[in-house]
């Protein structure tokens, strides 16, 4: 069974940095794209940042790019998103995601992570 474990999230000042980790367990990832998304209360769920678990590329949102990276460590299974010069509107619950298509559709993405909160103040 395909299991996702976010962790990094908190609260932080305006400027501030962090960084999520989302490890995977239950089988091989190879052929998978992993990726983040985030909710604030009353919104959407929106895109944030994606990546294929082999070989390049990675995509982000309008409202990090710039600001935040995705990143892996394919040894131990685990996605990364730094995140700097955070805002208070990057404040929302992050969730990660696993799914067979490099894709910026929540739909394609069959797995998911329990969230981690980010709050960030101003």
């Known amino acids: 069974q395909v299991q996702l474990v976010e962790s990094g999230g908190g609260l932080v000042q305006a400027g501030d940095s962090l960084r999520l980790s989302c490890k995977a367990s239950?089988?091989?990832?190879?052929?998978?794209?992993m990726g983040w998304f985030r909710q604030a209360p009353g919104k959407e769920r929106e895109f944030v940042a994606t990546m294929p678990l082999s070989g390049g590329g990675t995509a982000y949102g309008d409202s990090v790019k710039g600001r935040f990276t995705i990143s892996r460590d394919n040894a131990e299974n685990t996605v990364y998103m730094q995140m700097n010069s955070l805002k208070p509107e990057d404040t929302a619950v992050y969730y990660c995601a696993l799914g067979g298509r490099y894709s910026r559709l929540r739909s394609d993405y069959t797995y998911w992570g329990q969230g981690t909160q980010v709050t960030v103040s101003s």
């Open positions: 239950g089988r091989s990832f190879s052929n998978y794209a």
